[in-house]
């Protein structure tokens, strides 16, 4: 009975799909717009704690934090893709519904199905993307997209290369510039030797500090991941 109704139901024509598709696509760019501006905004307050463990000569967890800042404008970067190649979507398609008018049935379109299938890669974007190119498949726009994974492994590899380069670069943008904001004499005091009689308080000082800064490490770590993601 229902393949009976859907038989009877009138198929929507080129310029309505057109209209539908590219809505869904202007939505999708302003929900990518909101994860880059949320991402942007735990960025710099990460930065602000970059800081805050460079006066205190904390290297290890600023060097953990600018791990992240990495990580973030990496991801910032593939959303700004994302952005373009689903833009990119929306012209082609208004290409295809062009030649409809002509010919009068929408055509297959080899760039659409391209860019469909490279999001399909983009883990944030995976889900979306099936079910907009199985409505662009039952269309006619374009064939049977493939979810290929393997670039995403391939990306992984990539990143690891190239990060302890990037963190280095962070940390010189900020630590870097906190340490040139320290007085004079400050700085001197920082790089003196702690007298023999404090080290033992102060080694019992940098164990709590140490708790404390990995519990906010964490928390920082689990705000990225949720705005990354």
Sequence with gaps: MDKFKNMLKPKANPQQL???????????CRNIERQIRDVQ????SVQKAIGEAAKRNDMGSAKALAKEIVRSRKAVNRLYENKAQLNS?????????????????????AEVMKLVNNL???PEMAATMQEFGKEMIKAGVIEEVVNDAVDSALDSEDIEEETEEEVEKVLTEIAGETEAQLPEAVRKERVREPPQGASTLHEEDAITEG??????????RARLDKVRS
Excluded: C
């Design 41 to 44: 905004r735990e960025e710099k």
């Design 120 to 122: 399909m890669k983009a």
């Design 89 to 109: 979507i929306s012209m082609h398609l208004g290409e295809s519904v062009a030649i409809a008018r002509t010919v009068g049935h929408l055509s297959k379109s």
């Design 18 to 28: 057109l209209r539908d598709w590219q809505r869904k696509l202007r939505q999708e």
């Design 211 to 220: 708790a404390d800064d990995e519990e906010e490490l964490e928390e920082i």
